[in-house]
């Protein structure tokens, strides 16, 4: 083989200079391509992320709201049957009762309605605040000092860590010390931030009977005397992070007979 035909061979086995800029072009083509879905993934799983927490944040506080309110308590229920006919009370003797502590009503429990002593359980309900007593405490330690009963309280307070600003925080108090009449002896309340970016909230509560919906409802006044709302209603705005925002509308109903049960079922 000669040196011309050597030279001619080693031309054609490598690359020209056009060539290779073609493929240097095309891999930073690739490359950028590759860069960008890999970032729009990432930015999609944060925006589903944040999406997903908050809506899941909604719905937990709602399930706590709703176990809560299903579980509300009243002595007038599980108390045991009155003797019929019922036995007469001296008036001076109830008179006596109603001028002691018995016979004064706390934010959680009502005044004695006989001698047995039993208190019916208060719920006040404005158009931004809850408080009643539920049978939704769970006693984890066996020789807890605790009960099943719990002093629940739902309001709205200002909210430090807000994303958004000018929005608050609806929080849970709650107290296993259920029984406790002198709420400045409590001492085990215990607050809990439920829902955050809340712009919005207001409850409404049904009477049945009435077939009327109000916005305030005190088991101690005389129209709602030791009765509890059929259904309580609340309707809230909710922001979150990257323009999120939830409006909707949720209705509770507590299961039990409240007003007492029906001797004949």
């Known amino acids: 083989m000669n040196f011309r035909s050597q030279n001619k061979m080693s ?29 729009e993934t990432y930015r999609l799983r944060d925006v589903l992320s944040n999406e997903g927490d908050f809506y899941n944040e909604i719905r937990l506080s709602m399930n706590i709201l709703q176990r809560d309110i299903s579980l509300l308590y009243s002595p007038t229920v599980s108390g045991p049957p009155k003797p019929s006919p019922q036995p007469v009370m001296d008036p001076r003797e109830m008179q006596n009762i109603l001028a002691s502590d018995l016979g004064q009503t706390t934010t959680f429990w009502g005044a004695v309605t006989d001698k047995t002593g039993i208190r019916p359980a208060h719920f006040i309900g404005t158009d931004s605040k809850l408080s009643f007593i539920s049978v939704s405490n769970t006693r984890v330690y066996k020789d807890s000092p605790e009960s099943e009963f719990a002093k629940v309280v739902y ?19 709650t107290s296993s010390n259920a029984f406790e009449v002198d709420e400045h002896k409590d001492r085990q309340f215990v607050q809990y931030p439920l829902l955050h970016g809340i712009k919005k909230l207001k409850y409404r509560y049904y009477h049945k009977e009435k077939d009327a919906w109000s916005t305030s409802w005190d088991s101690d006044r005389e129209d709602y005397k ?31 007979p409240l007003d007492g049960l029906d001797p004949s079922t």
Do not use: H
């Open 155 to 173: 309001e709205l307070k200002p909210d430090a860590y807000a994303v958004v600003p000018s929005t608050s925080v609806l929080t849970k108090s």
């Open 11 to 39: 031309r054609e086995s490598g690359f020209s200079l056009l060539e290779v800029l073609i493929a240097l072009s095309i891999l930073v083509v690739l490359s950028f391509a590759i860069y960008q879905a890999t970032t």
């Open 226 to 256: 030791n009765i509890y709302p059929d259904i309580i209603e609340i309707k809230i705005e909710v922001l979150g992070p990257s323009r999120l925002s939830f409006d909707g509308l949720f209705q509770f109903r507590p299961e039990v």
